[in-house]
């Protein structure tokens, strides 16, 4: 497979170019690739962006201001074209600060579709026989320079993306799901960036926490809390510094000299050698603290009435049927957060017409009929509990 030399822009007068340079386009294709597997401080590394003719690669850690690219972005004469646009999204919102309109994303149109693979490479396979490597999707993009197979690799996550969009969307027309799959679209571009700031009180958390003793939840606090700082002062992902099995077994044995942490299962000589002290510190802290008699209580699931539970279940089953029949996912009619706001409304509000005011115009409207029965079936008491209740006045 040859292909024109994909254009690579490491300097500010490179990306005003660019900008210039898609100034006609109705629409482009865009990728990112971040750091987030290897660092704490997690960021963009680089922005692949094609055009009907050209690929081009932007990094960000060399060029440093890619405010010119800002336009094209929140420009909704200009489609942007992603895979998987989720992650994209909150990575150009987060480290750039872009606001993203008019999004085109195949994987969602591939699962409005009902394909059973989503992945890109899949796709492209699928629709133009081309094989696309997969042994680079968890490289370390924020090391510098990138090399050629990197280059390569990352220009073709949106080489095909333009073409594959509008075999999508032929797909989508046939079948008469394109409003759909715009609904879909939407949705996504309204993804916010999450709050990940560190908060020390999630050591409980910790698949394996609620086992502990109150020592060793006391012990847990201070190795996750050890865990998170050196972290962030290596820039390192914290399950890189110690995986969390580790932090477990270590509050659970308790190990007092460094003979008993070094047979501790998981400790292996270079996280001995490198932390080895600091967490014999940290154990002997935790034994000294205050034991943790009580945890918090896990979020809370099973504390809904038994009617919005109910409503719940009912909602799951209609769902489940009606993706069943049109061969799609679940998630496709309805999402799960959609589901439960749902399940809900009826607690919240004794007008119908509030009830579904979760849902987007869109499913409003092919929907709306069918949740509002189901809701007010599940919402009427029954015969049953009608007859206790009046039994109890007497």
């Given at each position: 497979m040859t292909l024109p030399p994909v254009r690579i822009l490491t300097e500010i007068s490179h990306i005003e170019w660019l900008a210039q340079r898609l100034g006609g386009e109705h629409r482009v294709a865009v990728d990112l690739e971040s750091d987030g597997f290897y660092v704490y401080h997690e960021k963009t590394c680089l922005l692949q962006v094609s055009s009907e003719k050209e690929d081009f690669i932007v990094d960000p850690l060399l060029a440093k201001d890619l405010s010119p690219?800002?336009?094209?972005?929140?420009?909704?004469?200009v489609e942007k074209v992603f895979h998987a646009a989720e992650y994209d999204i909150v990575c150009l919102k987060r480290d750039l600060g872009f606001q993203v309109r008019s999004v085109f994303d195949t994987m969602a149109a591939a699962r409005t579709l009902g394909k059973p693979k989503l992945g890109l490479a899949n796709l492209i396979d699928e629709y133009f026989g081309v094989v696309l490597s997969k042994k680079l999707q968890r490289a370390n993009w924020g090391k510098r320079p990138l090399s050629e197979e990197q280059l390569q690799?990352?220009?073709?996550?949106?080489?095909?993306?333009?073409?594959?969009?509008?075999?999508?969307?032929a797909e989508l027309t046939r079948q008469g799901r394109l409003n759909e799959a715009r609904d879909a679209f939407r949705k996504v571009e309204r993804i916010e960036p999450p709050d990940k700031s560190f908060d020390p009180e999630n050591y409980w958390r910790l698949p394996g926490a609620r086992e502990l003793s109150p020592q060793g939840l006391a012990i847990l606090k201070e190795l996750y809390f050890y865990r998170e700082k050196t972290a962030a002062s290596l820039d390192r992902a914290p399950f890189r510094v110690l995986p969390e099995p580790l932090l477990v077994r270590l509050a659970a044995k308790q190990p007092r000299t460094p003979d008993d942490l070094s047979q501790v299962q998981g400790m292996t000589p270079y996280l001995f050698q490198r932390h080895g002290a600091d967490m014999l510190e940290g154990i002997g802290r935790g034994l000294q603290a205050q034991p943790i008699q009580k945890l918090p209580e896990p979020p809370p699931r099973g504390e809904w009435a038994p009617s919005t539970a109910a409503r719940y279940e009912a909602l799951r089953a209609?769902?489940?049927?009606?993706?069943?029949?049109?061969?799609?996912?679940?998630?496709?009619?309805?999402e799960n957060d959609e589901a439960k706001a749902l399940a809900e409304a009826p607690a919240k509000s004794k007008e119908p017409s509030k009830w579904l005011a979760a849902l987007s115009p869109f499913k409003r409207e092919a929907y709306g009929p069918d949740l509002l029965r189901i809701l007010r079936e599940t919402n009427a008491p029954s015969k049953s509990r009608r007859r206790r209740r009046r039994n109890s006045y007497r």
């Open positions: 690219l800002a336009h094209l972005f929140r420009d909704p004469a690799y990352a220009r073709l996550d949106t080489h095909y993306l333009l073409r594959l969009r509008d075999k999508l969307e209609w769902r489940k049927d009606l993706a069943e029949k049109r061969g799609v996912e679940p998630v496709v009619v309805l």
